[in-house]
């Protein structure tokens, strides 16, 4: 069967940036799962996968546009020293956590001085390609009620299924490549 709309999937994989440095990887025990079609994963490693089968195994090479976009200038930003606590020490490569619009972000650390800190919220992957080294271990029909989890899930962007909304409407499941 070919992976297609509202198929059920499972892989495992290994995800390399051009540098070669492993960022995330698939428990050799415990493929990944996802309903195709249901925005569970990078939108760049779905569409790639598109109408494979069940025993494929490759690289699968998403740009940053179909990942985690460009990195963009306008997400560093000046932050007031006086909202973080006055007792910690902050250092260039922290990472925090913003209350948004679109809920809560993290943000890197990228200078700090006497009045201000420099964070930048863009995703840590943005402006790379995504190298995925992937086999597709299997691929099936998903059950009603899965379909019905996986779009539940992603409507509702809750804490109890995804790790956080990333600003737009597609959820960080915690399962999702990093």
Do not use: W
């Not at 079609?37 to 790639?48: C, F, H």
């Not at 020293?81 to 990472?95: A, L, W």
């Not at 019905?148 to 899930?153: G, H, L, R, V």
């Not at 962007?157 to 909304?165: A, D, K, R």
């Amino acid at each position: 069967m070919k992976i297609r709309e509202k198929s059920f999937v499972e892989i495992q994989y290994v995800l390399t940036l051009d540098s070669k440095e492993e960022v995330d990887r698939s428990d050799p025990n415990k493929p990944l799962s996802f309903i195709f079609g249901t925005n569970q994963i990078v939108p760049g490693l779905e569409k790639k996968l598109e109408g494979m089968e069940s025993g494929y195994k490759g690289t699968l090479v998403v740009a940053p546009e179909e990942a985690y976009g460009e990195h963009n200038p306008d997400l560093i930003r000046e932050l007031p020293r006086q909202n973080f606590p006055d007792d910690m020490e902050i250092q260039s490569g922290m990472v925090f956590q913003a209350n948004t619009p679109h809920g809560l972000t993290n943000f890197m650390i990228q200078e700090v001085s006497d009045d201000t800190i420099k964070g930048d919220f863009n995703h840590p992957l943005a402006g790379q390609n995504l190298n995925f080294e992937v086999e597709v271990v299997s691929v099936r029909d998903a059950t009603e009620e899965e379909i019905t989890a996986a779009t539940a899930c992603h409507s509702e962007c809750s804490p109890s299924c995804c790790s956080g909304c990333e600003g737009e409407s597609t959820c960080d499941d915690s399962k999702k490549p990093k």
